[in-house]
């Protein structure tokens, strides 16, 4: 390797540096935004036979840089990660340096100890005593898993001889639950018609009676309730469902009873808030990531299991040999409770990270979230033109732009929202309650200051007021 390579690694990192410091101070905005047709014209996508000068990879990498979504610029409320930390950065720095994979301690030694001990300190957190867990590549995949180890659990020779002669399967979620859970009824031969989806109440949480109703009705069409899911943090509105009661049912039932804390379970670090989380400790699985509310960068997910035979019994046994090796570290070998053969150390940066603020400095960020979020809430009921449109649960507040003189308000807040995002000041998204578009603001970087707010609701109105003159 000549001295010039590390001549621009340095350049390099200078520019990342900047960048992280312009990201930290605000100072550039959210997005330099470009529609499709002119960001192809701005980047240089082709890949030539000639090799690059160092000229040009590093106007690549600034390129790159000046277009994407500053996710961790405080303007960014967009979706339900965001941020930067520090050891989050340099965890994945090192991740990429010592590039391995977390199948054997062999190739992982550190990792697969960090790893076990992270998940050994989060099955504690979530009171599985006996519980068990793994790294997975996000939400979508911890949920699946959990969906996959119930089909086994009730159906045992579904991992051998498929699901030819089983009964129809049926899966229970609220009409509110993230969509992986069609995926994953899809991918795991029950069929995504046979994921029922739950009425909610106004919270946005599962209606108890129609949860037993609907598995009654399974049950009359001869089918075999087999899983049931409630939310921890429902992507609209922020809705933890009512896990106790849940529970109860699955246990009539028999069915596994699997928790999706995706968005919300983070929020288990708060002592002040961890009462939303009653009944996790009769559930049998749990989907928990770091990298939504912890502000580590993505991916950072688990699946936790208070079973813990499940996951290694569950998966088909490995005779690959020439990976896995009979000898004293085979017991610490994590692939044997993996779908994934490569599978990147994502408990580096969790770790790092959690070393880094401990115990105490996550449960503030979190109680930070939640202070923002009320601090939201507070703006908007005093302000005579807008509308707050649920009650604010946890971290997201959803409200419109409302005065007397707006027909339409559905395209007018969409136009807010859209020149919002394209002026590059601030991100926000938006969904629909029932029908009416609700600008769903999501407080996810405990780093935001309530003069952040102050910035992004006068944002808000000065776009507002431009389109309504
Ligand atoms: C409730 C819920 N479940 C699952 C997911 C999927 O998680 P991931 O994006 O990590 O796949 C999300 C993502 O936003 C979510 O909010």
Redesign the pocket.
């Known amino acids: 390797m000549n001295t010039n390579y590390f001549k621009t690694l340095t350049k390099l990192f200078d520019i990342i540096i900047d960048y992280i410091e312009n990201n930290i101070q605000n100072s550039n905005n959210v997005i330099e935004y470009k529609n499709p047709v002119n960001l192809k014209k701005e980047l240089n996508l082709k890949i030539q036979n000639k090799p690059i000068s160092e000229e040009q990879l590093i106007n690549e990498v600034e390129n790159y840089l000046k277009y994407s979504v500053k996710t961790g610029n405080k303007q960014f409320f967009n ?3 965001s941020g930067f930390t520090l050891p989050g950065f340099i965890a994945e720095i090192l991740t990429s340096i010592t590039n391995t994979s977390m199948y054997t301690f062999e190739v992982a030694p550190v990792a697969t100890l960090i790893e076990k001990e992270l998940i050994s300190k989060m099955c504690n957190i979530a009171g599985f005593e006996k519980g068990s867990g793994i790294f997975v ?7 699946l898993i959990a969906m996959f180890s119930a089909r086994n659990k009730v159906f045992p020779d579904s991992k051998n001889k498929g699901l030819y002669s089983t009964k129809i399967l049926t899966a229970f979620v609220s009409d509110q ?2 969509y ?1 859970f069609g995926t994953a009824a899809n991918l795991l031969g029950i069929g995504a018609d046979n994921l029922i989806k739950v009425k909610t109440d106004k919270e946005g949480k599962m209606i108890i009676n129609e949860l037993e109703n609907a598995i009654i009705n399974s049950l009359k069409r001869n089918e075999l309730p087999f899983f049931i899911a409630g ?5 609209m509105l922020g809705a933890f469902d009512r896990f106790e009661e849940i529970s109860k049912i699955s246990k009539k039932y028999n069915c596994h009873f699997h928790i ?5 379970g983070s929020i288990i670090l708060s002592n002040k808030k961890r009462y939303l989380f009653k009944g996790l400790k009769q559930a049998d699985s749990f ?1 928990w ?1 770091p ?2 509310l912890m502000n580590i960068p ?2 950072a ?1 688990v699946i936790l299991f208070n079973d813990n035979k499940v996951l290694k019994s569950n998966l088909t046994k490995l005779t690959t040999d020439y990976i896995f090796h009979e000898n004293e570290e085979k017991n610490c070998d994590l692939g044997e409770s993996s779908i994934q053969c490569g599978r990147k150390n994502d408990a580096l940066k969790v770790w790092l990270t959690w070393k880094f603020f401990g115990d105490l400095g996550f449960e503030k960020r979190i109680n930070n979230l939640f202070e923002i979020a009320n601090y939201l809430k507070f703006k908007i009921l005093e302000h005579n033109s807008f509308e707050l449109m649920a009650d604010v649960q946890t971290l997201t507040v959803c409200f419109r732009y409302n005065t007397k003189n707006i027909s339409d308000l559905n395209s007018f807040n969409m136009k807010i929202r859209e020149e919002l995002r394209k002026s590059g000041k601030s991100m926000v998204n938006y969904g629909y309650i029932e029908k009416d578009l609700t600008i769903r603001f999501v407080i996810s970087n405990a780093d935001v200051t309530k003069g952040d707010i102050d910035v992004f609701f006068q944002n808000f109105i000065d776009i507002a007021h431009k389109i309504n003159n």
């Open positions: 979706q339900l990660y590549t996000g939400g979508s995949n911890a949920n639950a993230h992986s939310t921890a943090g429902t992507t999706d804390g995706s968005f919300g989907a990531n990298h939504k993505l991916v997910s």
